[in-house]
């Protein structure tokens, strides 16, 4: 429970070291604009979902995406802080992926951007790695009792995404358009792609 | 259980709080203490294993009851002021003379110089060492290994990456890793020690008695928190 005041004194203590960062010459007036304006304007899921479109059109992108996911992606331009090492791990009809960091909250963010409130709370650190069936459900994701659930505790440098599946129906759909299937959810492994419209 | 952010597993968690379309910062000092975290670990004045530490440092009680970047403030007061870039008196007293004024703006202090490795960060990461670590990995794909238990954490003095429900258990390398300073001696003050990490899967059945019989969990882990499987009367590891 956080009170009104306690979020009144949080902003003044940032703001407090802020301040002290900058006249000590450590950090610079505009660091903190310019580092929210790339999340809020720039880096966001829109990256993953370009990369995930791509290897459902291009076998070979796809076998180097899962070979070695950050020189794949960085083929498309993506990558950069928290995506220094990515692995890419594919779902099949065998086994569905899904990501969580139980220890923190470690997410691929030059992929994805920054990460869901719901993946930094501790309903979802302490439930996924145990009962995975039962969140997937709360996102309104069923999967065949004879699915291996694999999730994917991120608790290394390493940044793990999910390439989905591509949907039934996607056939004759341009890159571009595979691209708008694909949700963040669905490369975090709590959701499915959008099914094309028919 | 290696402290209260160690979560994995634990029980009496209700739903998932999804928000759909929910904002990229909720409150505006969100993103202030979001971008004066990066910026303090881009000028090197703030490590991610040390800013992890006194996080995991929250009392228990604490933790649970503040949100995600509560945990960040907290996390970089402490850990600017034990690299002594800032004193305590010095935030309280600037916290005191805010509160009079709190729009004053921000003191100017330009740095092309600086900005220009924040944008590096942002777009290419942190950079890479010069030289790639050489060193033969100790496990292959398909190797069964046990991994070591902490005896005795100490939250907020010493750090692991070995979540606790995954201690003392036996998994099979699913892929190995290139090498990464291991956590633990960064915090311990023992430097750079770079091992090769292995994503290790466990059934998750052998995790949790309740589990589902066909799910798995991988986890990866530093060569030090294994052993091969079978190899005798279970390891410990002093934290120390």
Not at chain 1, 103 to 128: D, F, I, Q
Request: with cysteine; glycine share 8%; proline share 8%.
């Amino acid at each position: 429970m956080t009170t009104d005041s306690q979020t009144a004194y949080a902003a003044l203590r940032t703001k407090a070291i802020e301040s002290l960062l900058i006249e000590a010459g450590i950090i610079t007036t505009g660091a903190v604009d310019d580092i929210c304006r790339a999340y809020e304007e720039d880096i966001g899921p829109l990256r993953g979902a370009r990369v995930v479109a791509r290897a459902w059109c291009d076998e070979d992108f796809k076998r180097r995406l899962l070979d070695d996911a950050t020189a794949a992606m960085a083929e498309l331009g993506v990558g950069g802080f928290a995506a220094e090492r990515v692995v890419a791990v594919e779902n099949t009809d065998a086994v569905h992926n899904a990501v969580v960091c139980t220890l923190c909250s470690c997410y691929p963010w030059g992929v994805l951007g920054l990460p869901p409130t719901w993946y930094k709370t501790p309903e979802y650190r302490a439930r996924m790695v145990r009962e995975p069936r039962a969140v997937l459900a709360e996102f309104g994701v069923q999967l065949p009792d004879d699915v291996e659930i694999r999730v994917w505790d991120s608790s290394s440098d390493v940044r793990y995404m999910v390439l989905p599946m591509r949907p039934r129906g996607a056939e004759g759909l341009s890159e571009e358009q595979l691209a708008g299937l694909v949700t963040r959810d669905s490369m975090i492994g709590t959701g499915l792609p959008i099914a094309p419209e028919r | 259980m290696n402290g209260p952010h160690d979560l994995g597993g634990l029980p009496g968690f209700g739903a998932i709080p999804i928000e759909v379309d929910e904002p990229l910062f909720h409150e505006s000092w969100h993103a202030r203490i979001f971008g004066t975290t990066f910026a303090s670990a881009v000028a090197r004045a703030l490590r991610i294993d040390l800013q992890r530490c006194a996080v995991e440092g929250i009392p228990p009680a604490l933790y649970m009851s503040t949100t995600y970047y509560e945990w960040w403030l907290h996390a970089l007061e402490e850990c600017l002021v034990d690299a002594g870039a800032l004193t305590r008196e010095a935030i309280d007293e600037r916290v005191q003379r805010l509160a009079t004024d709190p729009d004053a703006p921000l003191p100017e202090r330009d740095d092309p110089e600086f900005d220009a490795i924040v944008q590096a960060f942002i777009h290419h990461g942190i950079p890479a060492p010069p030289e790639p670590v050489q060193r033969t990995a100790r496990f292959a794909v398909a190797d069964a290994v046990e991994t070591t238990v902490v005896e005795h954490p100490a939250p907020g003095r010493e750090h692991t990456r070995i979540p606790g429900y995954a201690q003392g258990k036996t998994g099979v390398v699913e892929r190995v890793l290139a090498p990464q300073s291991l956590p633990d001696a960064v915090v311990a003050g023992r430097g750079e020690l770079p091992e090769h990490v292995y994503a290790v899967r466990f059934r998750a059945r052998d995790l949790w008695p309740d589990a589902g019989a066909r799910d798995s969990v991988c986890v990866d882990l530093w060569e030090s928190y294994l052993r091969p499987a079978g190899a005798g009367p279970a390891a410990t590891k002093e934290t120390s």
